[in-house]
Antibody, heavy 117, light 110 residues
Framework: QVHLQESGPGLVKPSETLSLTCTVS????????WTWIRQPPGKGLEWIGN???????NYNPSLKSRVTLSVDTSKNQFSLNVRAVTAADTAVYYC???????????WGQGTLVTVSS | QSALTQPPSASGSPGQSVTISCTGT?????????VSWYQQHPGKAPKLLIY???NRPSGVPDRFSGSKSGNTASLTVSGLQAEDEADYYC??????????FGTGTQVTVL
């Protein structure tokens, strides 16, 4: 059974880079679209982007200029970087396994990242 | 692209049915059969309920069903139970492997 776990700093200063890693256990990282989704406190879900081990990367157009996704198949991990963060980037960040049909399953438990000085 | 539109809230008594709508456009919900639904309890990660409009993953009760007509997808929860009280989100493929979520619906079991 595949399990995903997000890791990274819980506090990031404004204008700096938010970096998170998702570790996949119980299955291979190959052949799926590994996905990042975020949820600001008290608000709805926002799709950030996904990455396939073949090299295909897709980004939410509204975040594309600040976001970079990468995958490390040797470690069964994929990562998210968000540059020049502001308070609006404060959210629970989830990683998930994405399918070609776009659904996400399973999800990690999520990690809260707060942007504050 | 804009978020898909869902009603902010819905409610029903135990045993009743509730239907949640998810309205998009001819560029997303109306064009592709790649609509998914998720259930999220407070403080928890979302859980996949429905994929490709009407398919249930293994382990999801058949009380949950999905459908689509034109630019609007729907999730119906039949035989409401107390544990169904949660937030529900739809999601759709748009274009070039871009996906969008709905605004979310809070379901209350009266």
């Amino acid at each position: 059974q595949v399990h995903l776990q997000e890791s990274g700093p819980g506090l990031v200063k404004p204008s700096e880079t938010l970096s998170l890693t998702c570790t996949v256990s119980g299955g291979s990282i190959s052949r799926y679209y590994w996905t990042w989704i975020r949820q600001p406190p008290g608000k709805g879900l926002e799709w950030i982007g996904n990455i396939h081990d073949s090299g295909i990367i897709n980004y939410n157009p509204s975040l594309k200029s600040r976001v970079t996704l990468s995958v490390d198949t040797s470690k069964n991990q994929f990562s998210l970087n968000v540059r020049a963060v502001t308070a609006a980037d404060t959210a629970v960040y989830y990683c998930a396994r994405g399918w070609s049909s776009g659904c996400a399953d399973p999800w990690g438990q999520g990690t809260l990242v707060t942007v504050s000085s | 692209q804009s978020a898909l539109t869902q009603p902010p809230s819905a409610s029903g008594s135990p045993g009743q049915s509730v239907t949640i709508s998810c309205t998009g456009t001819s560029s997303d919900v109306g064009r592709y059969n790649y609509v998914s639904w998720y259930q999220q309890h407070p403080g928890k990660a979302p859980k996949l309920l429905i994929y490709e409009v009407a398919n249930r993953p293994s382990g999801v009760p058949d009380r949950f069903s999905g459908s689509k007509s034109g630019n609007t997808a729907s999730l119906t929860v039949s035989g409401l139970q107390a544990e169904d009280e949660a937030d529900y989100y739809c999601s759709s493929y748009t274009f070039s492997n871009i996906f969008v979520f709905g605004t979310g619906t809070q379901v209350t079991v009266l």
